[in-house]
């Protein structure tokens, strides 16, 4: 803020104002002198302010200007930096056999003071110039039989993500063999051992599978099963943050490099992998619901492995309700998987039992998910959807669910060719869209009506097809109307669908004017009505045209 160079005669005044003339004269100045600094900051070639701020320091020589002299409180932060006690090249100036009883009792002493967690960023950075010495650590605070200590978890993160030669492997895993430290660090050997098998992919001919799932199927045995009711909002989140999701991924990464060493690809599951997915299957705690979770979200590995043990052991859960969380859970897994022709064999009846209950048993972004899933189902995979999908789907749908149902397959047809167009407009699409408009199996919502009008964009070789069913909808305000409308009339002039279906889009025109939007509401609207205009029209077409270009300001 600038202030003008007259008149500083206003201190007088705004002293008595704020009440200071009943104050001592040395209150007065001290408590004054940040205004009178900003004042000479302000108008510096005032004479008045210059001569009262030199009386202030004169008076007061501790006085320090403030940087916000015309606020009575303001905050600042001043970025933290973490500290170690030793530099790295301290630590690795002696073997690590010499630093671990000082690392193990080092304790924070306080606020921008050396801590622990720059202790353990120093011994990462450390471990990570010497891998030896980071081994060297570990052995020497395994033999102080300290188990519980930060710098496992630590020396294991570095492992985890660092690429490692066959030897190093070796020593890796030997590390993570103690049965002391995997009772007492669970979940980061399971990350360990998870990072080992699916994150780096050069490794898979060299890693000790026998020895890694002998350290995972004992891991089992210390994951959390506490089963207390808790607020789960996305289950295989939940699973692939825990120790339980973690092991079970690691079992199926663990199958990808033993399948991957093979010559040969077996045709189903051996002995150890089939026990250890057992365990997982049949735990009837918190445990077994996020292991599932995890082996659900790959179903299409696990069927192309071995088919009938999946069939078998796996999918049941998809229909048993006995336990809502179980089925919470395996569904949720499974949702964020890939629907493979294999998957959609095996699951059909699944999705049809699941639809029933897609009001009750599903979260809000659960239901969103399913019905992505379930659009793709009908879309790709069901040979009539017309005859039981759709009208399964209407049976227990609300109204968000069917307007959401819209829009997955407005999105589907966005990323179809026009082969899979033209297939899926023959095969049920355009009945589909007859039966809609005749309120069969339900008839459109506002939303409804507005979202299809979407779809026609892409219906490049049916378009003209797709206008005749889309002017018979009742054209109503919706609180989507506005914008789409905007973006169907965009999309038609971006696609050049005026080139090839000018009677169409002329048409569809004067059915989008029925509402009465705002007048300048349609991107391109003036550039297509022009080219329709230039194009091989009816009379009576192209004068309805000028009508609506009139109507919205187009011309």
Known sequence: ????????????????????????????????APWIDWLHKSAPDCSLAKEALDDVLSRFPEFQPSDHPDLTHWMSSVPGI????????????????EWADELLSFQDTGINEPDRLGLNIAVSDAAKRDFQWGLDLADAVAKRRNWDTDLWNTLMRLWS????????????????????????????????????????????????????NQIAANLWCHVDRDDGRREIGSW???????????????????????RKQQAGEPDDLSPAYRDALLDIVEDKTLAGRLGRAVLARYLSFL????????????VPFFTNRSNVEDYQAIWDGFLYGRLS????????????????????????????????????????????????WIPEFFNHAGVNARRYFAITIGNRLEHMTDSQQREWWELWGKRYWEYRTQGVPASLSADEI????????????VFSEAVDLAVKMQPVESKVQSANSSRVVYLVYKNELWKHHPKAVAKLLSYLDQIKSRPLAWPNGKELIEKLLRSDLSCELKQGLREVAARRGLM
């Open 1 to 32: 803020m600038s202030l003008p160079s007259p008149p500083l005669r206003l201190l007088p005044t705004v002293a008595t104002f704020v009440g200071w003339d009943s104050h001592p004269l040395e209150f007065r100045a001290f408590h004054g």
């Open 82 to 97: 973490r500290q170690s006690p030793w530099s790295v090249d301290e630590l690795l100036s002696k073997p690590a056999e």
């Open 161 to 212: 993500v660092t690429e490692l030669d066959q030897n190093r492997v070796c020593q890796v895993i030997q590390q993570l063999e103690r049965i002391e430290l995997q009772k007492n660090c669970a979940r980061p050997i399971a990350e360990s051992l998870y990072n080992l098998v699916s994150n780096n992919q050069t490794q898979h001919a060299h890693i000790p599978l026998t020895q890694a």
């Open 236 to 258: 295989l989140t939940a699973a692939i943050n825990s120790t339980a999701g973690l092991l079970a991924g690691f079992w199926l990464h663990s199958l990808n490099c033993l």
């Open 303 to 314: 069927i192309g492995v071995d088919r009938d043990w999946t069939e078998a052991k796996l």
């Open 341 to 388: 022709p294999a998957v959609a064999e095996l699951m059909g009846e699944a999705f049809l039992d699941a639809v029933s209950r897609i009001e009750q048993d599903f979260s809000v972004e659960g239901k969103k998910q399913f019905i992505a899933r379930y659009t793709e189902m009908l879309t790709y995979y069901a040979d009539d959807p017309l005859e039981v």
């Open 450 to 461: 507005w979202i299809q009008l979407c779809w026609l964009p892409d219906l490049k070789e």
